[in-house]
């Protein structure tokens, strides 16, 4: 039996990998792919929080930004640990990109879904976070959507990422509760109320576009391989019937949201 018969009776079979070696080209290149998405999304994510560090509204919530940052810096050296042990040449990789991970578009532009630098972050870690509020409601959005997406590693074929991903997923889950405490404190005060809803449909819009186009040829790959679990739209409407609920308890209102799959490539885009 070859090694990619054998991969394929261990996948089927339930049996995550290991190694490298138990692994077809197919299979790594894939895994290093997405992996490289969640790393450098988490690095380029922690980048864009550290100005909250002085900005933040008290010294508790300084604090909290801080840890935020922290975890986010520790999420992109596990994953970038875990590519390393792949042979990925990861120093080289962040040194060509170093300066990119900062770039940050203009407030009021509107990408949709592309990529538009040559590192692999998810989209959404373009858009700077001017406000308090802006910090707030990508906690309360984009995190949340990570955790989504990130319930399918927690069962994928790749053993090293699953248990790696169960710190990095109990502090993300830290991450929004903490947007989610704010957005009812920001929802409930008329003084902040108008700049909540705004802000809320900002970036949820932004988020929906992060979750890929549904059938798509990448992710129907995934999840032949077992690095993914669910269609694209299927996560995406997870994450949606989620924050509605929310919402409604808010009082907010869910933003029309249209696909723009014209500007998506074919591939899954994944977040930290």
């Known amino acids: 039996m ?6 394929t009776k261990k996948l089927e079979s339930g049996v995550p990998l290991e190694s490298p070696d138990e692994m077809t080209d197919e299979y790594r290149a894939n895994l290093v792919h997405l992996m490289t998405m969640q ?4 690095l380029a994510g922690g980048y864009g929080y550290v100005p909250w560090i002085a ?3 008290t010294v508790e919530e300084k604090h909290v930004v801080a840890q935020i940052v922290k975890d986010e810096l520790r999420h992109a050296a596990v994953m970038y640990g875990l590519l390393g042990d792949l042979g990925f040449d990861v120093d080289a990789h962040v040194r060509a990109h170093d300066e990119i991970f900062t770039m940050r578009i203009a407030p009021d ?17 373009y858009y700077p976070i001017d406000t ?14 990570a955790g989504h997406q990130l319930e399918d590693v927690r069962q994928c074929s790749y053993g090293p990422w ?6 990095i997923f109990k502090e993300e889950k830290f991450h929004i509760r903490h947007g989610e405490y704010w957005v009812q404190k920001l929802a409930s005060d008329g003084a902040t109320r108008e700049e909540a809803q705004a802000t809320f449909a900002k970036w949820y819009i932004r988020t929906m576009n992060i979750f890929g186009r549904p059938g798509s040829a990448k992710n129907q790959l995934y999840r032949r391989l077992r690095l993914k679990l669910r269609d694209n739209d299927e ?3 997870a994450f949606a019937a989620e924050v509605g609920g929310l919402c409604q308890k808010f009082g907010l209102a869910v ?4 696909p723009r799959w014209g500007e998506l490539p074919e591939e899954a885009q994944i977040p930290g």
């Open 255 to 258: 933003p029309p949201w249209k």
């Open 235 to 237: 996560v995406r409407q």
């Open 109 to 125: 532009a509107d990408i949709g879904t592309a990529r538009i630098t040559s590192d692999k972050r998810v989209n959404i870690f």
């Open 55 to 57: 900005k933040a509204p």
């Open 2 to 7: 070859n090694r990619g018969e054998e991969m």
């Open 132 to 145: 308090w509020a802006d910090f707030i409601f990508f906690n309360f959005c984009m995190d949340r959507g």
């Open 162 to 167: 699953v248990r790696a991903i169960e710190g």
């Open 39 to 42: 790393a450098d999304s988490e």
